[in-house]
């Protein structure tokens, strides 16, 4: 039995968030849910009544509301899976933070009080922090633990264990109290996403066509666009009526005013998730994304910049642009992530389990193998699917994960107007990635190079996917060293 992981979401209410809310509970079995945390960033504020003014505030009610919808399907969610927790344990984890300002701080809350006793508590597991908003919510629980134990003897090893126990994931940083408090007190990891989520968010435009048919009006009205789904059917799309109570006219995305100024977006297109891949990371799919950051998966590549810091500046090969890319590590998923998110919503309507598809069960054991340089190494992969369908299996080398190769040409970094980064990537080139895998059903050989030395490694991924109409894929990610 897996480990889930265990997080706290904290977030300031943006449309995307929204979604990203409404994805995330239909995964919430997979992931221990400790706490849900409203916050407040630079792009939405709630005032408070004196000297600031609102500020793009959708309010405190939508998370609520979101909660009411899941609580219709979650009896037939049960029926897929018994761990599916029940809308009024969310509710009872639901907190509000600080919100009525950006990088407000200075007041304790009903949300840091409640994340200061999450992270001191006695649950040895890692807690993820999903930062979908500002961080100051987090910064004010922290400094509220500093303010209470500094001068206790014991205040070193209690901070030693809250730096080791606590990761947080940053999708921009959208206020100063990461920077201003939080790195300059705390040695706590980081994994800050500043490239990838722009393009599973309002830039996904950007993305070569071929990777993005998912998200485009087709799709979503065959797979997600349901009105009959009491979860989904208030899933944000381009112009499709839904308005959000709070926010600027101007960032309605779902008018027809807002097609009219956009033609490149028809209706019924995706916004936006691009707080997704801070949930995405943690989804023990078979990729292993969090067990180590430079591994890749769902939430992007990343690569360790300092101690305890990862950014997502890790670049992978984009076959239809033919350059490095760090947002393609992202990107490279999307067809996989979509095509879940479309069987998962499939089990808010189906009320028998053997109606819809489930998972293939995969033994993943001895994921970590030593090898011989020139050595054909054996592999199989034992599945089975629950619903007795035919099993697919597809076994790839992801290159880039992959110390063998150390093909990277000179990067640049691109920006939006703002000032925000938008893409770090190399002109265009070839890299020439190559290796011998003869594949055979459940059965591989994987040619391992002669001239590999002692310490590079070969990351091999096998797909196993069923075969019906919302497929579900389970992945096995393999690291083959060399002796």
């Not at 970094?413 to 990537?425: N, Y």
């Not at 579900?472 to 393999?478: E, I, L, N, P, Q």
Request: charged residues 25%; negative net charge.
């Amino acid at each position: 039995m897996v480990e889930k992981n265990r997080t706290v979401i904290t977030t300031d209410g943006e449309v995307d968030d929204m979604n990203s809310f409404m994805r995330y509970l239909l995964y919430s079995n997979d992931i221990d849910t400790a706490g849900i945390i409203l916050t407040s960033s630079i792009y939405h504020y709630a005032g408070n009544g004196m000297d600031v003014e609102p500020f793009r505030w959708t309010g405190e009610r939508w998370i609520g509301d979101i909660l009411d919808a899941y609580e219709k399907v979650h009896p037939n969610l049960k029926k897929h899976d018994p761990n599916y927790p029940t809308a009024d344990y969310l509710r009872s984890i639901y907190h509000i933070g600080n919100i009525s300002n950006a990088g407000e701080m200075e007041e304790v809350t009903d949300g840091s009080r409640f994340l200061e006793e999450l992270i001191l508590d006695d649950d040895p597991r890692t807690l993820y922090i999903q930062t979908w908003g500002g961080t100051n919510t987090t910064a004010r629980a922290l400094k509220s633990i500093e303010e209470r134990y500094m001068d206790s003897p014991g205040w070193g090893d209690l901070k030693r264990k809250i730096e080791e126990k606590l990761v947080i994931y940053i999708i921009l940083d959208q206020d100063v109290t990461y920077a201003d408090y939080i790195a300059k007190h705390w040695k706590i990891p980081v994994l800050n996403d500043r490239f990838n989520f722009w393009y599973f968010a309002y830039f996904w435009k950007e993305v070569n066509p071929a990777l993005t048919s998912r998200l485009e009006s087709k799709w979503q009205l065959g797979k997600i666009h349901d009105k009959h789904n009491p979860l989904l059917s208030k899933y944000a799309l381009i112009g499709d009526g839904n308005l959000i109570p709070g926010e600027l006219y101007e960032e309605q995305r779902g008018t027809d005013e807002f097609l009219t100024k956009h033609p490149e977006y028809k209706r019924y297109d995706f916004i936006s998730e691009g707080d997704s891949p801070s949930y995405l990371y943690l989804l023990n799919n078979g990729l292993r994304n969090a067990e180590n950051p430079e591994y890749g998966g769902w939430g992007g590549r990343f690569e360790q910049v300092r101690v305890s810091l990862y950014n997502n500046s890790a670049v992978d090969y984009n076959p239809y642009t033919k350059r490095f890319e760090a947002e393609y590590s992202l990107t490279r998923w999307f067809d996989d992530i979509q095509d879940d998110f479309a069987a998962r919503a499939s089990w808010c309507l189906a009320e028998n389990f053997e109606d819809v598809a489930h998972y293939p069960v995969v033994v993943r054991n001895h994921l970590d193998k030593e090898v011989e340089a020139g050595q054909a190494v054996v592999l199989e992969t034992q599945a089975s699917d629950t619903n007795n369908l035919e099993l697919t299996y597809q076994t790839w080398c992801y290159f880039e994960a992959s110390s063998y190769w150390k093909v990277l040409p000179p990067l640049k970094i691109e920006k939006f107007s703002d000032g925000a980064l938008s893409s770090l990537h190399s002109e265009k080139v070839d890299p020439h990635f190559n290796l011998d895998i003869k594949e055979d059903g459940d059965k591989l050989e994987i040619q391992i190079p002669s001239d590999a030395q002692s310490g590079d490694t070969f990351h091999i991924i096998t797909e196993v996917q069923n075969i019906c109409e919302t497929p579900f894929k389970t992945y096995v990610h393999r690291v083959l060293t060399v002796m």
